[in-house]
């Protein structure tokens, strides 16, 4: 078993930044990849971003330039630094850890970016 928790969601006017948190705790020698996802009301989960476990990363083309994903092997910690953020950006976003046979899922932090 892998539990996810975020943090660091908020309200933000356009253009400003926020970065989201995410601790892993349990099973974390499993996990092959982290990574964001985020839902908007009315819309299916999409991927954000991914970091593997050699730091390989990977971006949807609308955040690329604008968004970072890393991570704190020493404190099993992925984070997502949003810079320039647009309204487009709105939804709630959900922290994922991938392993071999299941993904795990945090419970979701929302992030509402006002025009």
């Known amino acids: 078993q892998v539990q996810l928790v975020e943090s660091g969601g908020g309200l933000v006017q356009a253009g400003g930044s926020l970065r989201l948190s995410c601790a892993a705790s349990g099973s974390i020698f499993s996990v092959n990849a982290l990574g964001w996802y985020r839902q908007a009301p009315g819309k299916v989960r999409d991927l954000v971003a991914t970091i593997t476990k050699g730091g390989s990363t990977n971006y949807v083309d609308s955040v690329k330039g604008r968004f970072t994903i890393s991570r704190d092997n020493a404190r099993n910690t992925v984070y997502l630094q949003m810079n320039s953020l647009k309204p487009e950006d709105t939804a709630v976003y959900y922290c994922?850890?991938?392993?071999?046979?299941?993904?795990?899922w945090g419970q979701g932090t929302q992030v509402t970016v006002s025009s």
């Open positions: 994922n850890a991938a392993t071999s046979w299941r993904d795990y």
